[in-house]
């Protein structure tokens, strides 16, 4: 859904109003769910004239749109500075390989930062394979290593910050120009972020990602993924999601809607939590690395502090000397934090991670750390208040060295 820009307003002005205008939402606060897939004409003639228009905003068939759907496309394209407009997806996944079906074919060369979201690896690996696209993976931490991959077929970046699990901030400005001088669409998996705390079409790359699933939602109650750009790839973007049949409920963009009004408060809240919970982490003798952008001496903290507007709450830590029977016993201890995937939800998480088999070129010696010592625990933090999450942690740890 294509969307004036409000750039001139805070961020929190434009969440609270974006998506609002009264085309789509009517004479109340939140949008109505829409719920409908035929839309009824008149006549033939009224029907033949509504199938030539094919704009967001003219409501033709369901799997086009409906307004609560493009309410919420246009209330997220508001919030990226430089958008023209953004595409729903039923998930995150389907945004970013339906975000890379979009801007390559067979033939093309994709290049993957090695440190992505493994599901994304996996696209990379799998379906766009299939389909006659080949990838390379990349250290992101390397930018001349970086633009020497490149060759003539090389047409698309895949980029994400902080890395998955590792949490590496790399300079994604420098990268994303070497894309372009090359001639290749940069992509970026901004979910952890969100536009809040990453501006990422200002930060030169074409098309930003965000799995909705996560801090959008912000309840752990939906699926949802968007891809917003500036004009010319939001076109493509918009053709290639209709060809492959993308449609998200409204009952779902209305619950999306319901959580992007609150995400600048719990983000903020969060990534206090967040901060205060790694510092304390980084004092105790159970750790060997705390894994974390806000933190000092994390990995690529500066470029964080000069990129960045904003944090979230999830990020890792390292065991030192224990074993996997040991992290198991740590993370069973917890009742604070529940042991499952996904993030960016009101409730804290943590989730045991090995970092070797989901790398492919990246040197952990490098940063300080072997795969060797790779016994890892991801926190997603929620909207506890700080001294119980540390208390659980605390009690946890004991409840490990115990045995
Ligand atoms: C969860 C996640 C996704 C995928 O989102 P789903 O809605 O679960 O498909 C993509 N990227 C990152 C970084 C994620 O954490």
Same mark, same amino acid.
Do not use: Q
């Given at each position: 859904m294509a969307g004036g820009n409000k750039?001139?307003? @805070?961020k929190g002005t434009r969440l609270v109003t974006g998506g609002r205008s009264g085309d789509f939402a009517g004479h109340v606060v939140n949008p109505p769910? +829409?719920? $409908?897939s035929t839309h009824l004409y008149e006549n033939c003639a009224a029907l033949r004239e509504g199938v030539k228009n094919n704009e967001d @905003? $003219?409501?033709?068939? @369901?799997r086009r749109g409906a307004p609560t759907q493009w309410s919420l496309s246009e209330a997220l394209t508001e919030l990226e500075p430089g958008a023209h407009g953004t595409v729903l997806y039923p998930s995150g996944v389907a945004a970013i390989v339906g975000a890379l079906m979009a801007v390559l074919r067979a033939g093309d060369v994709l290049l993957v930062t090695d440190n992505a979201y493994d599901p994304t690896r996996n696209a990379a690996m799998g379906i766009l394979k299939r389909y006659g696209v080949e990838h390379r993976f990349f250290d992101p931490l390397d930018p001349d290593g970086f633009a020497e991959i490149f060759c003539e077929r090389t047409k698309a970046v895949m980029l994400e910050c902080p890395g998955s699990l590792t949490m590496e901030v790399c300079d994604i400005p420098a990268l994303a120009r070497i894309a372009r001088e090359k001639g290749a669409v940069s992509l970026v998996d901004?979910? +952890?972020?969100?536009s809040l705390g990453f501006a990422a079409l200002e930060h030169g790359c074409d098309i930003a990602i965000t799995a909705l699933t996560k801090h959008v939602g912000g309840h752990s109650d939906l699926m949802m993924g968007a891809a917003t750009a500036g004009e010319r790839w939001y076109r493509r973007l918009r053709q290639t999601s209709q060809q492959l049949g993308h449609v998200v409920s409204p009952d779902d963009a209305s619950l999306a809607l319901r959580g992007l009004r609150t995400m600048g408060v719990r983000l903020e809240r969060e990534t206090a939590t967040a901060l205060e919970i790694a510092m304390w982490l980084e004092q105790?003798?159970?750790?060997?690395h705390v894994l974390c952008p806000m933190l000092p001496g994390s990995t690529g903290h500066d470029l964080w502090e000069r990129d960045f507007t904003g944090g979230c709450g999830l990020f890792s830590f390292v065991l030192k000397d224990r074993d996997d029977a040991a992290r198991c016993r740590l993370i069973d201890a917890l009742d604070l934090f529940g042991i499952g995937y996904s993030w960016g939800g009101f409730e804290s998480l943590a989730l045991p991670f090995d970092v070797a088999p989901v790398?492919?070129?990246? $040197?952990w010696p490098k940063q300080g750390w072997g795969v060797e010592d790779s016994c890892g625990i991801r926190l997603s933090i929620g909207l506890e208040d700080p001294a119980d999450l540390i208390a659980d942690l605390e009690q946890a740890m004991a409840a490990m060295d115990e045995g």
């Open positions: 750039d001139k307003l @805070g769910v +829409w719920r $409908a @905003g $003219a409501f033709f068939y @369901g901004n979910t +952890w972020a969100t105790r003798p159970e750790i060997a790398r492919s070129r990246m $040197a």
